[in-house]
């Protein structure tokens, strides 16, 4: 019991001397003699922080504009007034746009992980195949036209544009319909 009440008495005592202490450094008293070489490490101590706070503030600045950048690209993407597919190497689909959706009339939570090669006519299957074999190993732009079947069951004639993206693992397809040809609808 004495050495519980001695305990709480030095911490109370710790409490005032801590407190006589901070009274004296507000009023421009030194508590105690602080050697110079302790003043210049405490004077490096509180650049440094500076720094670190300017650099994050820089960091956060830095987020939020990569942030707007995405919610742009994103928007672009979304919002492009043709069907925009990027594609892995096996024709996957890793993104589809709003237009891409329309156009083969399936939502695009429906798009993403299929393979392209699902909408594409078994007659021009085989071209469809060698043409992204050959957007992945030409690494230039490549054009071609095939017919794809929409979630719909519609027959649509299309003019496919695909390049490589920049990390040579996807290739962003832009789709057109081609309108001199006639819509078949299944039946």
């Known amino acids: 019991m004495k050495d519980e009440q001695k305990s709480y008495n030095d911490v109370d005592k710790l409490r005032r001397l801590a407190e006589e202490h901070l009274q004296r450094a507000e009023s421009g008293e030194a508590p105690f003699e602080v050697s110079t070489e302790i003043q210049k490490l405490l004077h490096e101590l509180r650049v440094h922080q500076i720094e670190l706070e300017v650099q994050n503030e ?20 979304d919002s492009a007034p043709v069907a925009y597919f990027t594609l892995d190497r096996e024709g996957v689909i890793r993104k589809a746009n709003l237009a891409g959706a329309k156009l083969l009339k399936v939502p695009v939570s429906n798009l993403v992980n299929r393979r392209l090669a699902f909408f594409i006519s078994p007659e021009t299957l085989p071209s469809f195949n060698a043409y992204i074999s050959r957007v ?49 609808e299944d039946t």
């Open 58 to 77: 820089e960091l956060r600045l830095a987020q939020i504009e990569a942030e707007a950048a995405v919610d742009r690209y994103t928007d672009l993407y």
């Open 136 to 184: 992945f190993d030409s690494h230039v732009r490549e054009k071609s036209k095939t017919d794809i079947v929409t979630g719909a069951g519609n027959i649509l004639c299309v003019h496919m544009d695909a390049v490589i993206s920049r990390n040579d693992e996807e290739c962003h397809v832009t789709i057109t319909e081609d309108l001199d040809r006639k819509i078949y």
